[in-house]
């Protein structure tokens, strides 16, 4: 029986502009379960990286508002806690790490200054009981000559290095979750590939619950065990990521399935591949009814103007769409 480690209860976000309110989160609700890797899918714009950015109320405020929701970490409402204790949390309990390593590294200190003040800023140990683990931390991230890395500068090492010193901060209090946001875009095929093996490695050695963001559904196959697809702010389509490979019932879900390259398109003419039609709508222009209707192949009447519901189709299937 999964143990559930984050709630997601009915998340509103928005951005506020001259003219008016934009919601780009509209009442999201889901549950990361201890020792998972939960992704969260979708093209740019979807609103995936706003909701996983409220988690820890990184959302810059104004012009970003966290309107409604809860968001339940060990029995606490994370959007009600006060500033000292959220801070107290972050990195602690919840780390994250993100696409370019080089906007959230230090370019003036050395990566093992970086780690060692997060273990000063959140454990008791002593300066050198901090070089020490951190020494360890990048063993465990498999970094060659730990030793040497930890007193280099991020300029000096390479991308996939930089984004591997990130998972040892981001690992360096033993954090319940991980919020891992695009985590390998910026990588080549191969250093991507060895982050997310690394990643299913610590899953497995740590049972520690990761969100894993991304819009590449290789990424998805690849590492995760439950998927969320996200559109226009809400999610469409949950499920198990057999369910979702095998019988994906959202049409935006079977688009983006229908637009992954294979062998055989990539021979052949790239005309073959097929593409989701039209783009996805700006925050000023969602579309009543369906938000996917003017995309949708399958589009009914009733699409244009009621709201499809969530439904179960089965205890790991979920599909927000009137034709389930
Ligand atoms: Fe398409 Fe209608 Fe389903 Fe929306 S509700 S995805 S428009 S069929």
């Known amino acids: ?133 951190s020494f360890r931390l990048l063993e465990q991230v498999e970094i060659p000559s730990p030793l040497q890395k930890l007193d280099q500068y991020p300029h000096q090492l390479s991308g996939g290095m930089r984004q591997r010193a990130m998972i040892a901060i ?16 910026a990588l080549d095929v191969l250093i991507q590939a060895q982050i997310l093996s690394l990643l299913k490695k610590i899953k497995k050695d740590t049972q520690m619950s990761i969100l894993l963001i991304t819009h590449d559904l290789g990424v998805v196959a690849e590492v995760a065990g439950r998927v969320m697809v996200m559109y226009a702010g809400e999610i469409v389509e949950s499920g198990s990521v057999n369910d979702l490979f095998r019988s994906p019932l959202h049409p935006y879900t079977i688009g983006l399935m229908e637009s992954i390259p294979t062998l055989e398109s990539t021979q052949q003419k790239l005309s073959k591949l097929k593409e989701i039609s039209g783009t996805v709508p700006s925050l000023s222009q969602v579309p009543f009814g369906c938000p996917f209707h003017p995309r949708c192949p399958t589009a009914e009447t009733r699409c244009k103007t009621d709201k499809p519901k969530f439904k179960e189709i089965s205890k790991t299937h979920s599909v927000n769409c009137w034709l389930h």
């Open 170 to 185: 981001a690992l360096s209090c033993s954090p319940r979750i991980l919020i891992a946001d695009e985590p390998t875009t």
């Open 1 to 133: 029986m999964p143990v559930p480690e984050l709630l997601v209860k009915n998340l509103k976000v928005s951005f506020s502009t001259s003219k008016k309110e934009l919601i780009a989160v509209r009442g999201i609700s889901y549950q990361l379960n201890q020792g998972e890797i939960l992704a969260l899918v979708g093209e740019s714009g979807c609103g995936k990286t706003v909701s996983a950015l409220s988690i820890l109320r990184l959302i810059q405020e104004p012009p970003g508002k966290i309107v409604s929701g809860e968001i339940i970490f060990a029995g606490k409402d994370l959007l009600k806690l006060k500033k000292k204790e959220l801070q107290g949390l972050r990195g602690k309990d919840i780390a994250m790490i993100f696409q370019d390593p080089m906007t959230s590294l230090n370019p003036v200190l050395t990566i093992g200054e970086q780690i060692i003040e997060t273990l000063l800023r959140h454990t008791s140990l002593s300066r050198k009981k901090a070089r020490e683990k």
